[in-house]
């Protein structure tokens, strides 16, 4: 049974930054994306970003409003995703929660129970 565990959320002014992290446990395969969802209060869960396995090595993805102020990256085993979320805005306040993508015929999503970020302005 794959678990992911998120942590590093917490209160954040405007402006300042936060490291989220993401450890996934319990699966053998190594071909799986890693990334990260939000979902604001009121709001429908939308996608942030994301690790992607490749037979190169890993690559990333993000949402537009990501793209320059959050940096995903994976660890050199692959259990592991981290969220460096700089600049942080008031609209960045949400659940945030990993998810493992894993590729086949049969293609499966894990999902964490999500860590909660709270930007004060």
């Known amino acids: 049974q794959v678990q992911m565990v998120e942590s590093g959320g917490g209160v954040v002014q405007a402006g300042g930054s936060l490291r989220l992290s993401c450890v996934a446990s319990g699966r053998t395969l190594v071909n799986v994306d890693m990334g990260w969802y939000r979902q604001a209060p009121g709001k429908e869960r939308e996608f942030v970003a994301m690790t992607r396995w490749t037979w190169r090595g890993y690559t990333s993805d993000y949402d537009d409003f990501a793209k320059d102020r959050f940096t995903i990256s994976r660890d050199t085993a692959g259990n592991a995703t981290y969220l460096e979320k700089d600049s942080q805005r008031p609209g960045d306040t949400a659940i945030y929660c990993c998810?493992?993508?894993?590729?086949?015929?049969?293609?499966?999503?894990?999902w964490g129970e999500g860590t909660k970020v709270t930007v004060s302005s």
């Open positions: 998810n493992e993508h894993v590729h086949g015929p049969d293609p499966i999503d894990y």
